[in-house]
């Protein structure tokens, strides 16, 4: 008798439901790992946006790398210049980065944050004063005729004198803000000398004194004084105008002449030798030269003439105040 066939053997309902958990937690791990790569920008095909940094550190995040440059175009061209004079004094970078993790920020947003933390710069020949920038040129030649004009504008009119600057200047090759850059020598001298002559008008009140305005208006006595030649700041009167000037210039232009002068309180035509000593046009400081301070006029030649009626003596006008009595106890 023929043995009969054996019977598939029934599965066992739990290893079914367990293997079927396994299938469905390993298709799940993979959804997951799927996100998770895609999340990291790890899948090719992802969307990428583009991030601007400013010295490594992410500021904004543009749809495009191409919206990314037009914004920094407009930024640079704010300047007035072209898009080839300028640049950005700090590191910009551009990167793809993941769309998912990187919210993409509108053009007004973008060009809002970046404009905060960009300043645009331009390469020019920069004019230095102790090291502190007074204005920049295009090219070399135009920064040394900017000098040369300005020793001429801001010097006393007059020949025999010697002019020169207080500060040590000199000109190089920098990158400097595009409101610091002139186009000519003529534009820069006169935005130099406005600066330098700039100031208010204030009229003198009963109790005011010239240290307390210098104090109250944060500048030097001598600067005051250097702005009001020929007022007595000993003795201000209420009612008089005084100028008061603004900041001290960047660069001061020196001019020393000497001139000879009659000495009234000595008797015999005598005269002295004094140089004189001005900042920026304005007279600062009188020295009298010599070991005797004096010299004396050769007297010319007694004439006869005919006799004359004599001419009705006038009475000499009162001494005007000595302007620079109070200079000796400030310091120039």
């Known amino acids: 008798m023929a043995p009969s066939p054996k019977r598939p053997q029934e599965q066992d309902p739990t290893t079914s439901l367990r293997r079927r ?23 090719p095909g992802g969307r990428r946006v583009c991030l601007v ?13 191409a919206d990314a440059e037009r914004i920094l175009g407009d930024i640079k061209s704010r300047s007035g210049l072209e898009l080839e004079q300028v640049q950005f004094a700090q590191e910009v970078g551009l990167r793809d980065v993941s769309a998912l993790r990187n919210p993409v920020r509108s053009d007004s947003q973008a060009t809002e944050a970046l404009s905060s933390r960009l300043d645009v710069v331009v390469e020019a020949a920069a004019i230095l004063a102790n090291g502190e920038l007074v204005a920049a040129l295009p090219i070399q030649a135009e920064a040394v005729r900017t000098l040369s004009l300005l020793l001429t504008e801001l010097a006393p009119p007059g020949r025999n004198t010697a002019v020169f600057f207080k500060e040590k200047v000199k000109v190089e090759m920098q990158a400097v803000a595009p409101e610091r850059r002139f186009a000519s020598a003529g534009e820069a001298v006169q935005r130099i000398v406005q600066e330098a002559s700039s100031g208010a008008e204030y009229m003198v009140k009963p109790g005011d004194s010239a ?11 001598s600067r005051l004084a250097q702005a009001n030649p020929g007022i007595d700041l000993d003795n201000l009167l209420a009612g ?24 009234e ?10 140089r004189i000593t001005y900042e920026n046009g304005v007279e600062t400081k009188r020295d009298i030269l010599g070991p005797s301070g004096v010299h004396r006029i050769p007297r010319a030649a007694p004439q006869r003439a005919a006799p004359q009626r004599a001419a009705p003596q006038r009475a000499a006008p009162p001494p005007a105040a000595d302007p620079w009595r109070w200079r000796d106890e400030i310091p120039l």
Request: charged share 30%; proline share 6%.
């Open 21 to 43: 958990l396994w299938l469905e937690r390993a298709a799940f791990g993979v959804v997951v790992l799927g996100l998770v790569l895609l999340y990291l920008g790890a899948v």
């Open 53 to 65: 940094t400013v010295d490594g550190e992410p500021v904004a995040v543009l749809e495009t790398r």
């Open 211 to 221: 240290w307390r305005l210098a104090r109250d208006h944060r500048i030097p006595l």
């Open 240 to 263: 008089a105008e005084l100028k008061i000037p603004g900041a001290q210039p960047l660069l001061t232009v020196v001019a020393r002449r000497e001139v000879r002068e009659e000495v």
């Open 265 to 274: 309180e000595v008797p015999d035509r005598r005269t002295r030798t004094v």
